[in-house]
């Protein structure tokens, strides 16, 4: 179902350019079913969907979180042994040759080791190669038993066709996050995620992550395309329903089907995330009270993280 806000008119241009259209992209949240402990199957199967979507035209793809290892570790030496180095690691470099092979943008979740620290990242490709991490920043339940929290703060990386930031999965919950990285200027927010069921709270009929998603959207004026797995792995079920949400909180394309592998795919407007204004008297970025906060909520991107 398509939000209202797609409608809203951007500003008139001068010239004799067609307005937005040079801003469309092609965006995709890959839906995928790792296996634990498999890598050679998982970076096999991520291959596969990202094959499927670059002959769609995707010019952004999300994967899901830690999608070349699975989730569910039995301990930190299981996840320690399956976790590799970011860029010189056997996964980035098999997302990299893929990311040149369909020229595309590829946003992938990933177990990263750096010295004897272990990280819950995102890794960030493209056609000309690496360009950047990000580490997951709020460990959800045991994952604090394994990872460190991220230390790389909140890149936004400039793309061809806009600037993006990413999350992880519990990162949604934290508003701090889409905000600072709007703040900074994000248009798209790739979200690898695992959206689990949490009975009662989170079931795979009930899913409220997803618009938790689009309600992070609509606050921020950005877009999100969030990227879950499906499956179930050592008795933790997952809920599919990815999704590529717009600035005015409204599904593009999904929730996904919550048991099986898809492409869930849109092409959508950049210029509605540069274009905030909902009314004449209403921006939501230039409407905040940074007489009484600052503009980065404590957070200062220049800073060594």
Partial sequence: MSSKYQQIPVPPYPGERDPGKES??????????????????????TLKIIDEA???????MVLPELCNTGYIFNSRQEAFA???????????????K?????????????????????YNSVVVVGPEGYIGTYRKTHLWNEEKMWFEPGNLGYPVFSLPF????????????????????AAQGADIICDSTNWVVVDPLQTKEKPTAATSAAQMSLMNAVYSICADRV?????????????????????????????????????INVMLARYRHWSDFNNPHTDRRT???DDFLGYYPDEEW
């Fill in 162 to 181: 806009g600037k993006i930031g990413c999350r992880v999965c519990y990162d949604v919950w934290f508003p701090e996050v889409t905000r600072i990285l």
């Fill in 24 to 45: 469309l992209v092609k965006v995709a949240a890959l839906q995928m079913e790792p296996h634990i402990a498999d890598k050679d199957h998982n970076i096999e199967e």
């Fill in 82 to 96: 399956l976790s590799e180095e970011v860029p010189e690691g056997p996964t980035t470099q098999e997302w990299i």
């Fill in 231 to 267: 499956g179930e792995e050592r008795g933790c079920i997952y809920i599919g329903n990815s999704c590529i949400t717009d600035p005015g909180g409204g599904f593009v394309a999904g929730p996904g089907d919550p048991d099986k592998p898809e492409v869930v795919m849109a092409e």
């Fill in 54 to 60: 670059g002959k769609k035209g995707a010019e952004l």
């Fill in 98 to 118: 893929a990311a040149k092979k369909h020229n595309a943008y590829i946003c992938a979740g990933i177990t990263e080791r750096e010295g004897n620290h272990l």
């Fill in 291 to 293: 007489d009484l906060y």
